[in-house]
């Protein structure tokens, strides 16, 4: 079992930047594969970033590729993900998820755990 808490969210202007960090209990953390994902308002869920069991691997979706950073601490038992130059349209809910699977993925459905969420607000 493995509870998730993500931190970090606010309201930032559009160009401006973020850092979320997600705080995992549990002690098989250094073997899930992370991820963060997030939802704007009437859309679906989507997937953001993603890292493997030990930080060797990491996915982003193509918009966000060049100014997102995932990364992760085994001895922490955190993930964060940096936010550079962010764009109004990435105003949402963005959740912190772990997979048993030490291998990450892109596709929500595949996380066997998941956060309460932290809403990040960009203004234009």
């Known amino acids: 079992q493995v509870q998730l808490v993500e931190s970090g969210g606010g309201l930032v202007q559009a160009g401006g930047s973020l850092r979320l960090s997600c705080a995992a209990s549990?002690?098989?953390?250094?073997?899930?594969?992370m991820g963060w994902f997030r939802q704007a308002p009437g859309k679906e869920r989507e997937f953001v970033a993603a890292?493997?069991?030990?930080?060797?691997?990491?996915y982003y979706t193509d918009s966000v590729k060049g100014r997102f950073t995932i990364c992760r601490d085994n001895v922490t038992n955190t993930i964060s993900l940096q936010m550079n130059s962010l764009k109004p349209e990435e105003t949402a809910v963005y959740y912190c998820?772990?997979?048993?699977?030490?291998?990450?993925?892109?596709?929500?459905?595949?996380?066997?755990?998941w956060g309460q969420g932290t809403q990040v607000t960009v203004s234009s």
């Open positions: 998820a772990a997979r048993r699977s030490g291998v990450a993925s892109t596709t929500s459905s595949s996380y066997d755990y």
């Open positions: 549990g002690s098989t953390f250094s073997i899930f594969a």
């Open positions: 890292v493997n069991w030990n930080g060797g691997n990491t």
